[in-house]
C-alpha cells in the first residue's frame, strides 16, 4: 500500500473514494438530492427496465449528479413499462413512461440537468395515503 | 472499483453480534453470490447502531430502510422481496408504538428524531475495519490539516474555544489539559487513552472502539502533536475483545497508509500507538491508577499533585482523555470550533452519547446535544416506561453518581445542571427505574459495586464503604433503627470528605442522592418496618388465608424450611420465625389462599 505524503494526498484519495459511500450518504439525505424510482416489477423488467436504470446510474455517475436510483414496485403503467419516477428537489415528482436506454441518458442530461420536459409524461392520478413508506 | 446498487448494512457492534449478526451477514453474503448479485449488492458489517433493543439491526441503501430483530432466516426474504422485486419486507420493519404504523426511515423515528451524531457520526455508517472508508468520510483530514499547518498552539486555542469538556465524567476542558500537558518540557512524552469503561450499564466507549477505531487513532495523533509527546497508549479493558481487534487492525491499516510512525504525512512528526490491557478494575478508570496499571504496578490512585500532565506514565508528562472525548476532535477541526461550540448550553457544549438502560421500551445507545431534557430522553427517545409502570427516578452518573426524581425531568442535561441536581454526568450511563425499584436496596447495589472495586489504599473507602453497606443491609432486611439512619448520614459525609481517589469520594452519592429525595422510604423501612415498593424480601410477610386455604397440603410439601403446617382437608398456617421467605409456597397455590404483606 502507498503511504499518504500530504494534506493534498489524502484528499485525493478521499475523493476517490468518495464514490464507494456515496450511496450511503445519499441515502441518508435523500429529500436534498434527486431521487430516481424505477419501476421493476415483471413487466418492468420485460420491458428493459434492468439496463435503463444501470443507464441511469451510469450517466448520472458520468456527469457528477447526486441521486439515488432505488428499484420500485409496478406502479401501474404496465402499458408504458419501463417507467421512471424522477423527484428533483423541491419539485414534485414527474413519472416518464417507454423510456428506453436512449431516452434514459435524456432523462438524466436534459430533464435533471437542463429542466426541459421529455416525452412520454405519464400524468399523475392517484394521490398516495401515505408517504412514510 | 465495482458499482454497488444496494448496500446492506448490518450492525455488527457487541450487542447485535450476541444475537447471531455474523450469521447474518455470512448468509446474505452467500445467498447472494447464489444469486449472481454478489457484484451488485454489497454487505458492510458496521458499528453499532445504538437501537440495540430492536436488534439485530440491517439497514438497506440507498433507499434507508430500517429492519429490526432480523435473525438469519429473513435473509433470503430481504433479498428475494427488497432487492430483486424492490418491495419492503413489511414484517421485518419497526413499529411506531404511537400509531402503530411501520416506520422504515430511521428519521422518522422517535428513538433518532432528537439525536445529533457527532461522537457516533461513523458507527453504522462504515465498516470500521476499512480505513478507505473512514478516509472518505473526511477522516485523516484533520490531522493532516493540523501538521500542515504545524503550529501546536493554534490547533490548543481551537480545541480550546470548542469548549469540549472531557466527556469520562469530569468534565475538565479538554484544551486546558492539552495546554498544560503542552507546557511541560521532558524527552518523552505520553498521548493516553483511557478505554477501561466501568460504570455499570455504559458501553459508549467500546460501542466508539468498535464502530470507529480510527476517529480515536486520528484525535490520539492530534494531541499527540499538539501536546509534544510521540507514544500514545490505548488503555483498554481485556473484557472487549471485539473493540480489541478492530483497534488492532485500525492501528496497522494507518501505519501501512503512513498516518502512524515515522514521519506522519511527510511531517516530521512521529507518533505511534500500542495497546495495554486492564483486567477491568473500575478504579483503573481513575487517571493516577490507570497509569499506575499500565506500569505493571497495582491499579491503586495515588494523590494529586503530582498531576499526570507533570508527572505521569513513567514520570513523564502525560496527558490522558476518555475514548468519547477523541472521538470528538476530529470533527471540531473539520468543521471549526464555532460551529462545535453553537451546540449544546453555557458551558457544556457538543453532545453527549447516554447509554439507556434499565424499565425503559427503548434500551440503546444514544447522543443527543447537551442541554436537552430528561424528559425528552426518557419519554421520546427512550419510548418511556416499560409496561406503562409509572416513572420513579433515573441514576445518571454510575456507582458515582445519584438518582434524579421526576422533579428534575425538565432540567436541561449539562455537566453543572446534573451535578447542582445531586447526581453528576459520570459517563453517561442511565439506568431509568418505575415504581417498583425499592430506593434504599438500589442504593445498596450500588455500593456493593464499589466496596467490590475499592482498591483498598484508603481507610475511609475500604472499610467506611464496607460499614455502609452493612447499615443498608440492616435496613433493608427490617432490622434498622432511627440512629442507623443518622450514622448513615454522617459516615457517608465523611467518606466524601476524607477518601483518597474520586472513587471513594463519591461513593456515598447514590446514599445521599436518594436519602435526598426518597427519605420517607428509608422511614418507612425502619419505623413501619415496610417496603413501599414491596421489594424487599424481609419485610414481606406470607399469610395463609384460612377462609380460601382447602387444605391440599401442595404448600406444606413444597416449604423448603417446613415452616407450613396444617391437618390435611383443614386451612394451613405459616410460622413466621422459620419462614423465609422463599415465596414457594405462594407459587404452589392453586387456591390463591397465600397473601403477600
Not at chain 1, 456527469?63 to 403503467?77: E, K
Not at chain 2, 490548543?156 to 479538554?174: C, Y
Request: with cysteine.
Amino acid at each position: 500500500m502507498d503511504k499518504i505524503k500530504s494534506l493534498a494526498d489524502l484528499k485525493k484519495k478521499r475523493d476517490e473514494l468518495k464514490a464507494s459511500i456515496s450511496l450511503r450518504e445519499d441515502g441518508d439525505n435523500a429529500e436534498q438530492i434527486v431521487q430516481i424510482k424505477v419501476a421493476m416489477s415483471t413487466c418492468g423488467i420485460a420491458s428493459g427496465a434492468k439496463p435503463v436504470m444501470d443507464a441511469l446510474i451510469e450517466s448520472c455517475s458520468s456527469l457528477n449528479i447526486r441521486a439515488v436510483v432505488t428499484q420500485t414496485g409496478c406502479m401501474g403503467y404496465c402499458y408504458a413499462e419501463p417507467t421512471v419516477e424522477i423527484t428533483k428537489p423541491g419539485h414534485e415528482p414527474i413519472v416518464f413512461g417507454y423510456v428506453t436506454v436512449e431516452k434514459a441518458k435524456n432523462l438524466v442530461e436534459k430533464y435533471i440537468v437542463n429542466n426541459e420536459i421529455l416525452e412520454g409524461v405519464i400524468p399523475q392520478s392517484y394521490q398516495s395515503i401515505d408517504n412514510e413508506i | 472499483m465495482a458499482n454497488y446498487k444496494y448496500h446492506i448494512l448490518i450492525c455488527g457492534g457487541t450487542g447485535c453480534r450476541a444475537s447471531k449478526s455474523e450469521d447474518i451477514s455470512e448468509n446474505f453474503k452467500r445467498i447472494l453470490v447464489e444469486k449472481g448479485l454478489d457484484k451488485e449488492v454489497q454487505v458492510v458489517e458496521t458499528g453499532c447502531f445504538g437501537f440495540c433493543e430492536k436488534g439485530p439491526i440491517v439497514k438497506m441503501l440507498p433507499d434507508n430502510t430500517f429492519y429490526v430483530q432480523v435473525t438469519s432466516d429473513n435473509c433470503e426474504e430481504i433479498i428475494n422481496e427488497h432487492i430483486v422485486k424492490g418491495r419492503k419486507v413489511k414484517h421485518l420493519l419497526y413499529i411506531d408504538p404511537d400509531n402503530k404504523h411501520e416506520v422504515s426511515d430511521s428519521k422518522h423515528m422517535n428513538f433518532y428524531k432528537k439525536q445529533l451524531r457527532i461522537a457516533l457520526r461513523n458507527c453504522g455508517f462504515i465498516d470500521p475495519e476499512n480505513i478507505d472508508e473512514y478516509i472518505a468520510r473526511e477522516g485523516y483530514a484533520a490531522l493532516a490539516s493540523v501538521l500542515e499547518q504545524n503550529d501546536p498552539a493554534a490547533a490548543i486555542d481551537t480545541i480550546k474555544k470548542s469548549g469540549l469538556r472531557g466527556r469520562g465524567g469530569g468534565g475538565f476542558p479538554t484544551g486546558l489539559k492539552w495546554e498544560i500537558a503542552s507546557k511541560n518540557h521532558a524527552d518523552q512524552k505520553y498521548m493516553i487513552c483511557n478505554a477501561d469503561e466501568g460504570d455499570p450499564g455504559a458501553f459508549m466507549d467500546r460501542s466508539i472502539l468498535e464502530g470507529d477505531p480510527h476517529s480515536v487513532i486520528e484525535a490520539m495523533t492530534i494531541g499527540g502533536f499538539c501536546i509534544g509527546a510521540t507514544k500514545g497508549l490505548v488503555y483498554i479493558r481485556a473484557e472487549y475483545p471485539l473493540a480489541i481487534k478492530r483497534l488492532e487492525i485500525a492501528i496497522n491499516q494507518a501505519r501501512e497508509y503512513g498516518l502512524l510512525g515515522k514521519n506522519i504525512l511527510d511531517s516530521g512528526f512521529d507518533f505511534d500507538l500500542e495497546l495495554r490491557y486492564g483486567a477491568g478494575a473500575f478504579v483503573c478508570g481513575e487517571e493516577t491508577a490507570l497509569i499506575h496499571s499500565m506500569e505493571g504496578l497495582r491499579g491503586e490512585p495515588t494523590f494529586k499533585p503530582p498531576f499526570p500532565a507533570q508527572e505521569g506514565y513513567l514520570k513523564k508528562p502525560s496527558n490522558v482523555n476518555n475514548v468519547e472525548t477523541f472521538a470528538n476532535i476530529p470533527v471540531i477541526f473539520n468543521k471549526g470550533w464555532e460551529w462545535f461550540s453553537s451546540i449544546g448550553t453555557e458551558k457544556s457544549k457538543g453532545t453527549k452519547v447516554f447509554a439507556l438502560a434499565g424499565q425503559i421500551n427503548n434500551v440503546g445507545l444514544i447522543e443527543v446535544p447537551m442541554g436537552i431534557t430528561l424528559r425528552e430522553v426518557i419519554f421520546e427517545i427512550g419510548g418511556g416506561i416499560k409496561n406503562d409502570k409509572k416513572f420513579k427516578a433515573v441514576q445518571t452518573g454510575g456507582p458515582s453518581g445519584g438518582c434524579l426524581t421526576e422533579s428534575f425531568l425538565d432540567t436541561p442535561i449539562d455537566y453543572d445542571n446534573l451535578l447542582a441536581a445531586g447526581s453528576m454526568m459520570g459517563s453517561g450511563g442511565m439506568i431509568v427505574m418505575d415504581e417498583t425499584s425499592c430506593m434504599p436496596a438500589v442504593a445498596r447495589f450500588y455500593l456493593d459495586f464499589t466496596v467490590e472495586e475499592s482498591c483498598g489504599k484508603c481507610t475511609p473507602c475500604r472499610v467506611g464503604n464496607k460499614r455502609l453497606c452493612e447499615i443498608l443491609d440492616k435496613i433493608i432486611g427490617g432490622k434498622g433503627t432511627m440512629e442507623d439512619l443518622e450514622i448513615l448520614k454522617n459516615l457517608s459525609q465523611v467518606i466524601k470528605d476524607t477518601a483518597l481517589c474520586g472513587l471513594g469520594q463519591t461513593s456515598p452519592n447514590p446514599i445521599l442522592s436518594t436519602i435526598d429525595h426518597f427519605w420517607d422510604e428509608y422511614i418507612a423501612h425502619v419505623s413501619e418496618k415496610r417496603c413501599p415498593a414491596g421489594q424487599c424480601k424481609a419485610m414481606k410477610r406470607y399469610i395463609i388465608l384460612s377462609d380460601t386455604c382447602i387444605g391440599c397440603t401442595a404448600c406444606a410439601r413444597a416449604c423448603p424450611v417446613g415452616a407450613i403446617s396444617g391437618e390435611r382437608k383443614s386451612a394451613h398456617t405459616i410460622n413466621q420465625d422459620l419462614c423465609i421467605k422463599c415465596g414457594s409456597c405462594y407459587d404452589k397455590c392453586k387456591f390463591n389462599a397465600i397473601s403477600i404483606n
